[in-house]
T-cell receptor, first 114, second 111 residues
Framework: ETGVTQSPTHLIKTRGQQVTLRCSSQ?????VSWYQQALGQGPQFIFQ???????GRGNFPPRFSGLQFPNYSSELNVNALELDDSALYLC?????????????FGSGTRLTVV | QKEVEQNSGPLSVPEGAIASLNCTYS??????FFWYRQYSGKSPELIMF????GDKEDGRFTAQLNKASQYVSLLIRDSQPSDSATYLC???????????FGQGTTLQVKP
């Protein structure tokens, strides 16, 4: 049983650029959730994907968008990067339903916007 | 009002003492509650989950849930320096399918 893999692990982008972060899904899971964690803060829910559709969104602007593929892997795209987008981006896969204890987190992508 | 609230700390306890971490939540539709431990720069690691009122024990850890008061806590007995980390409280609602985190409490266990 594979875990959740995120890529890249680190990257540096310039303000105004666009970035794509990737996340695999653990075997048997069909849902991927993305979180943004700024330094010293808890993870903030960005959105969740289930069956290739967005299934819930947090308080993030439309320049944060995502995709889920038939193999349940997912991408997070951020357009027009701002300095405040610098954070650790976490994805977690899970199986829809249940009580929520099946979340498996990836190691995260550290994004720095300069 | 944040959906899940924690005192950011830091909470400092001596080695061997009991550390008590607290969390409140606002969504009464939340059904399950989780405590994650997160070391600096790493991803969260699940320690405990609880969904029934009362206490749940696992080794040195005890989670407590009081749905009437919308309150969750985590007790760490015989605290060790290796327990020094940020502890994240999270609430899950099957209505929304979302796992929502608090801001985390930093625990420092001093030798």
């Amino acid at each position: 049983e594979t875990g959740v893999t995120q890529s890249p692990t680190h990257l540096i982008k310039t303000r105004g650029q666009q970035v794509t972060l990737r996340c695999s899904s653990q075997s048997g899971h069909n849902t991927v959730s993305w979180y943004q964690q700024a330094l010293g803060q808890g993870p903030q829910f960005i959105f969740q994907y289930y069956r290739e559709e967005e299934n819930g969104r947090g308080n993030f602007p439309p320049r944060f968008s995502g995709l889920q593929f038939p193999n349940y892997s997912s991408e997070l795209n951020v357009n027009a990067l701002e300095l405040d987008d610098s954070a650790l981006y976490l994805c977690a896969s899970s199986q829809v339903g249940g009580r929520g204890y099946g979340y498996t987190f990836g190691s995260g992508t550290r994004l720095t916007v300069v | 009002q944040k959906e899940v609230e924690q005192n950011s700390g830091p909470l400092s306890v001596p080695e061997g003492a009991i550390a008590s971490l607290n969390c409140t939540y606002s969504d009464r539709g939340s059904q399950s509650f989780f405590w994650y431990r997160q070391y600096s720069g790493k991803s969260p690691e699940l320690i405990m989950f609880i969904y029934s009122n009362g206490d749940k024990e696992d080794g040195r850890f005890t989670a407590q849930l009081n749905k009437a008061s919308q309150y969750v806590s985590l007790l760490i007995r015989d605290s060790q320096p290796s327990d020094s980390a940020t502890y994240l409280c999270a609430a899950y609602s099957s209505n929304t399918g979302k796992l929502i985190f608090g801001q985390g409490t930093t625990l420092q266990v001093k030798p």
